[in-house]
C-alpha cells in the first residue's frame, strides 16, 4: 500500500514535471507535427502527442507487464512499427519533428547506437524528450552509474540485443521491494525469464551521465532535471 505521504509527494513532482516541460515543446503546433515514440505511453507528453499529425510508434514487443504497447490516440494518425528501436530503416532522414521516449534507453544494449539512429530520422532543429529511470529511485539502486566510456565501446563494438553482459550484475543487485508492477521477486521474474531482453536494464543512469550521452551523440541540451524517479531529459537536434 501507497503512504498518503508518498502519493502526494509523487503528484506534486509529477505536476512540477509538467510544469517544467520546455516552451519549445508548448508552442509547437501538434496538428502538423510528426512524433516518432519509441517505446509506448508517455505520461508528460501524451496528452499533446495526441493531437499530432503523425506518430510513428515503434515498440520491439506487443505487450510489456501484460499491457498493449500500442496505444490508440482516437484518431487514425499512428503507424505502428514492430522493430528494434536501435535500428530503423523503414523511417527516413529526417522525417520527423520530435522523438519522444520513456522507459526505453535503459532497456538498450547499445544506447549510442540507438540514439544516432532517432537523431538521423530527427529534422535538423527537431527537439527530442527522454525520460529516463534515475537510479537512486528505483530497483538500480544497489549498482553503480555506467560510465559513458561503456556507452561508447558498445557503440564501436556494435553489441546487439543478444549482449548478456549486464545479466548477472543486473540479477544480483536487482532490488525486487521498489519494482512497481509485482513488488516481489519471483512474480517479477517469471515474467523476466520470457523476454529478459525488454527487462533488463542493460545500463545504469544519473542525469550526469544522461548529459554526457546525449552531447556526445550530438543534442543540445535545453532542459534536464529529476522528476520523480525519472531523469527528465529535453533537447534539440543541432
Known sequence: MIHPHHYLLNKYRQYVARARVPMSIRRM??????????????????????????????????????????????????EHIKADAHYLPMLADESVDFVASTGTVEHLTNPIKALLEWKRILKKGGLIYAGIPYYKKTFDHRRTVTPLAHLIDDHKNNTGLGDTTHTEEFLKNFDASKELVYGEFDAWYANYITNPQIY???????????????????????????????????GRKV
Open 200 to 234: 533488463t536494464h542493460f545500463h545504469v543512469f544519473d542525469k550526469n551521465l544522461v548529459r554526457e550521452m546525449m552531447t556526445h551523440v550530438g543534442f543540445k541540451t535545453e532542459k534536464i532535471f529529476y522528476g520523480d524517479a525519472t531523469i527528465e531529459y529535453y
Open 29 to 78: 503546433d501538434w496538428k502538423k507535427t510528426t512524433v516518432l515514440r519509441v517505446g509506448g505511453a508517455i505520461r508528460l507528453l501524451d496528452g499533446r502527442i495526441a493531437q499530432a499529425k503523425i506518430v510513428k510508434d515503434v515498440n520491439v514487443s506487443d505487450n510489456y507487464h501484460d499491457r498493449k504497447n500500442f496505444i490508440p490516440l482516437g484518431r487514425d494518425n499512428t
